[in-house]
């Protein structure tokens, strides 16, 4: 056991700095995984508690693990302002606060026109990859919060869509409205930066 136990704790070691991902060891149970984690929660519920009934959080990671260059965005709307707030990292932070963002509300406008809570459908991309950066998102709805993964090649991006394609359309998951959502998400993000 005691073998085990420095074995894994080796290798997590190696693979942090051969990667620069950070990954849960066996039997960590704690509730935050990275500062940054702890941020973004009590930030929500600071928001929550205030009042503001409209908050998205938009989390950019890997998903197997944790890079430095993960991303924590959460926006929200109180009395018709947008705000964000960004914590970039994992344990290593910084954190950026900004107010009366041009473009928030279209996000959320996007969100209720295209019913997107009410999407189940599975995307089916071209490909299939096992691991891949993308967004873990939250929407905090009045009685629930609604959950969506969208990642990196569902999007299209890091791999050529119409490599083997002879009618040049586009996939039809390109135009699905989770990644149109998103798409438009980062193109405000970029707008405010």
Same mark, same amino acid.
């Given at each position: 056991?005691?073998?085990?136990?420095?074995?894994?704790?080796?290798?997590?070691?190696?693979?942090?700095?051969?990667?620069?991902?950070?990954?849960?060891?066996?039997?960590?149970?704690?509730?935050?995984?990275?500062?940054? @984690?702890?941020?973004?929660?009590?930030?929500? #519920?600071?928001?929550? @508690?205030?009042?503001?009934?409209?908050?998205?959080?938009?989390?950019?990671?890997?998903?197997?693990?944790?890079?430095?260059?993960?991303?924590?965005?959460?926006? +929200?709307? @109180?009395?018709?302002?947008?705000?964000?707030?960004?914590?970039?990292?994992?344990?290593?932070?910084?954190?950026? @606060?900004?107010?009366?963002?041009?473009?928030?509300?279209?996000?959320?406008?996007?969100?209720?026109?295209?019913?997107?809570?009410?999407?189940?459908?599975?995307?089916?991309?071209?490909?299939?990859?096992?691991?891949?950066?993308?967004?873990?998102?939250?929407?905090?709805?009045?009685?629930?919060?609604?959950?969506?993964?969208?990642?990196?090649?569902?999007?299209?991006?890091?791999?050529?869509?119409?490599?083997?394609?002879?009618?040049?359309? #586009?996939?039809?998951?390109?135009?699905?409205?989770?990644?149109? +959502?998103?798409?438009?998400?980062?193109?405000?993000?970029?707008?405010?930066?």
């Amino acid at each position: 056991m005691k073998k085990f136990i420095i074995t894994n704790f080796l290798l997590t070691i190696l693979t942090l700095s051969a990667f620069g991902q950070k990954q849960r060891l066996v039997g960590d149970n704690s509730r935050f995984f990275c500062v940054a @984690d702890s941020i973004s929660y009590f930030t929500v #519920k600071n928001l929550a @508690d205030s009042g503001v009934t409209q908050i998205m959080t938009f989390h950019y990671d890997y998903d197997n693990g944790r890079v430095p260059k993960a991303v924590h965005y959460i926006i +929200w709307l @109180d009395n018709g302002v947008g705000f964000l707030k960004s914590i970039n990292g994992c344990d290593n932070t910084s954190i950026k @606060d900004s107010s009366n963002l041009t473009g928030i509300q279209k996000i959320f406008d996007f969100f209720h026109a295209n019913r997107i809570d009410t999407i189940t459908r599975q995307l089916e991309p071209e490909i299939w990859m096992s691991h891949d950066m993308g967004y873990y998102i939250t929407v905090y709805l009045p009685g629930e919060n609604r959950h969506y993964n969208i990642r990196n090649y569902e999007r299209g991006i890091g791999y050529k869509t119409d490599g083997q394609r002879t009618d040049k359309k #586009k996939p039809s998951y390109l135009t699905d409205p989770r990644v149109l +959502w998103v798409n438009l998400f980062e193109s405000v993000i970029k707008q405010n930066e």
